[in-house]
């Protein structure tokens, strides 16, 4: 089989594909022939040496695949060849065959490209997971998310609409301003022209927001105080602006916050079934009746790969970059 090797730490041009040994599952294991797959940002950071794959998991980037059932393992029922899935990987996203757990896999929607569905797994899954059973948002509640257009923020928006919250996002430009609106957030912020904090307390007050999706870590750290109100879930999911910095421990007793992080890839895989039920159950069906949809801002060709980690590096991309095998 292909596969996309990175040959040592560092840029773009590091990516290569290669050939790998076809992959055979052992007793509860299944094999799906991989069509396309999803970009994240754990896939650039990977790249560059700063996130390592989980002890035992391949060194083949990729979080996320969509494909069909080509071999069944021993002690396997409910599941034949030629199935429609997608899913969660912690690796080998970005190969041909891809190996994992039946309880894992998703089921591709018939109306479903497998390239739409590469772009839901990832993006859905992490925002149901922070929004829901970590934050409990709730109807009429309000939530900040960074980074919105992005493949998570896009996810994130459109679940939080679904059950009726009040949505704010900070985007880099005017055009995914606009995109943003289009998918539901009441409130648009480009951060490099207006503070977010004063945009939010003009729009909804002083420390008026329940829940917030936070990218940027340290970079953000006052400015969301600032916005949670009492009793505030605080949701953090990555770091790009940054992961130190001192704090005042006082803020976070005083107004009764709960700071929770979530990275999905090293979570025990009784929660990976969990949340993936989860989702088969409660989201799923809300991209049959497209309540939900999938975001997809371009399509790139697995030769295409560095191009494609380029645009996600620049910061262009509106919703999920998708690789097509």
Same mark, same amino acid.
């Given at each position: 089989m292909r596969a996309i090797l990175v040959k040592s730490p560092g840029g773009v041009e590091e990516l290569e594909i290669s050939e790998l040994p076809d992959l055979s599952p052992? !007793?509860?294991? &299944?094999? @799906?022939?991989?069509?396309?797959? *999803?970009?994240?940002?754990?896939?650039?950071? =990977?790249?560059?040496?700063?996130?390592?794959?989980?002890?035992? &998991?391949t060194d083949v980037l990729g979080l996320e695949f969509?494909?069909?059932?080509?071999?069944?393992?021993?002690?396997?029922?409910?599941?034949?060849?030629?199935?429609? $899935?997608?899913?969660?990987?912690? *690796?080998?996203?970005?190969?041909?065959? @891809? #190996?994992?757990?039946? /309880?894992?896999? $998703?089921?591709?929607?018939?109306?479903f490209s497998y390239e739409a569905a590469a772009a839901v797994p990832e993006a859905f899954m992490t925002a149901s997971e922070a929004l829901f059973h970590l934050a409990?948002?709730? !109807?009429?509640?309000?939530v900040l998310i960074h980074a919105g257009a992005s493949g998570v923020g896009t996810a994130a928006i459109q #679940?939080?609409? +679904?059950? *009726?919250? =009040?949505?704010?996002?900070?985007?880099?430009? +005017?055009?995914?301003? /606009?995109?943003?609106?289009?998918?539901?957030?009441?409130?648009?912020?480009?951060? #490099?022209? /207006?503070?977010?904090?004063? =945009?939010?307390?003009?729009?909804?007050? +002083?420390?008026?927001?329940?829940? @917030? #999706?936070?990218?940027?870590?340290?970079?953000?750290w006052e400015q969301n105080l600032k916005c949670l109100k009492f009793g505030g879930r605080w949701l953090v999911l990555g770091l790009l602006g940054g992961n130190r910095l001192e704090v005042d421990l006082g803020k976070i007793l005083f107004?009764?916050?709960?700071?929770?992080?979530?990275?999905?890839? *090293?979570l025990p895989l009784e929660d990976k079934i969990r949340i993936t039920e989860t989702f088969k159950k409660v989201q799923l069906p809300l991209f049959e009746d497209e309540t939900l949809k999938p975001i997809i801002d371009r399509v790139y060709l697995f030769e295409e790969v560095q191009e494609a980690h380029r645009r996600m590096e620049a910061n262009e991309n509106k919703g999920k970059l998708i690789l097509r095998f």
């Open positions: 052992g !007793p509860g294991e &299944v094999v @799906v022939r991989n069509f396309a797959a *999803g970009i994240n940002r754990a896939d650039l950071l =990977q790249r560059r040496g700063l996130y390592p794959p989980p002890k035992g &998991v969509a494909g069909e059932v080509e071999i069944i393992g021993e002690r396997i029922e409910g599941i034949e060849v030629g199935d429609r $899935v997608c899913g969660l990987v912690p *690796g080998g996203g970005y190969q041909e065959q @891809v #190996l994992t757990r039946p /309880e894992l896999l $998703v089921p591709i929607p018939d109306h409990q948002l709730r !109807p009429d509640e309000k #679940l939080a609409k +679904s059950v *009726g919250a =009040q949505i704010a996002v900070t985007v880099s430009n +005017s055009e995914k301003a /606009e995109y943003c609106r289009s998918l539901g957030a009441d409130l648009t912020i480009s951060y #490099l022209e /207006e503070d977010f904090q004063e =945009q939010i307390q003009a729009e909804w007050g +002083s420390h008026s927001v329940d829940v @917030v #999706l936070d990218f940027i870590g340290a970079k953000y107004q009764r916050l709960k700071i929770l992080g979530l990275a999905m890839r *090293g």
